[in-house]
T-cell receptor
Framework: GAVVSQHPSWVICKSGTSVKIECRSLDFQATTMFWYRQFPKQSLMLMAT?????????EQGVEKDKFLINHASLTLSTLTVTSAHPEDSSFYIC?????????????FGDGTRLSIL | RKEVEQDPGPFNVPEGATVAFNCTYS??????FFWYRQDCRKEPKLLMSVYSSGNEDGRFTAQLNRASQYISLLIRDSKLSDSATYLCVVNMFMNTGFQKLVFGTGTRLLVSP
């Protein structure tokens, strides 16, 4: 079945550091990938839609200069949290599916737990 | 009103019990519906898609009621391994013409021996 891999699983770093998270589709091409954030005891919130070969689409309230998204190939999207601060500590998850559409189930990466000290 | 609303629970049930969760959604134009399960500190995993006619997968049955804008999940013969948070996910059509997946906060299920 379709597999999405995310790396790293855990990141602990100092305030002010920039952190890059990778999301890869291992056995299919993904022109579209999605990035979510989940705070404790809350639902997943869509941050942005990553589009291969074009700019990402950000949800309202998500700073595009803070959360840089690069979808450089059909199998890789990266999310960079720039100058991270403790309030950015969260669980970041990506998803994709072979059709690129939302009418079919999404396959999620393992998630990245980010802790900013 | 939340776009997707679920009772957070927890639902505490003994092994073998039958338990049902409901989820309501606000956007009547929504077309696709899913149930995912999420274990603590893990990524969501698809449990089942929800079809208009209702569908069943083993011990799990999903129903869609478009008129009342809710979906349900029924779990029969609960197992200890069913303990998890169950996420209701809806593909919503926004006013902008775009679609977006909206997640409920999840319903926590605890199955005890």
């Amino acid at each position: 079945g379709a597999v999405v891999s995310q790396h790293p699983s855990w990141v602990i770093c100092k305030s002010g550091t920039s952190v890059k998270i990778e999301c890869r589709s291992l056995d299919f091409q993904a022109t579209t990938m999605f990035w979510y954030r989940q705070f404790p005891k809350q639902s997943l919130m869509l941050m942005a839609t990553s589009n291969e070969g074009s700019k990402a689409t950000y949800e309202q309230g998500v700073e595009k200069d803070k959360f840089l998204i690069n979808h450089a190939s059909l199998t890789l999207s990266t999310l960079t949290v720039t100058s991270a601060h403790p309030e950015d500590s969260s669980f970041y998850i990506c998803s994709a599916n072979p059709t690129g559409g939302l009418d079919q189930p999404q396959h999620f990466g393992d998630g990245t737990r980010l802790s900013i000290l | 009103r939340k776009e997707v609303e679920q009772d957070p629970g927890p639902f505490n049930v003994p092994e073998g019990a039958t338990v049902a969760f409901n989820c309501t959604y606000s956007n009547s134009a929504s077309q696709s519906f899913f149930w995912y399960r999420q274990d603590c500190r893990k990524e969501p995993k698809l449990l089942m898609s929800v079809y208009s006619s209702g569908n069943e997968d083993g011990r799990f049955t999903a129903q869609l009621n478009r008129a009342s804008q809710y979906i349900s999940l029924l779990i029969r013969d609960s197992k200890l391994s069913d303990s998890a948070t169950y996420l209701c996910v809806v593909n919503m059509f926004m006013n902008t013409g775009f679609q977006k997946l909206v997640f409920g906060t999840g319903t926590r299920l605890l199955v005890s021996p």
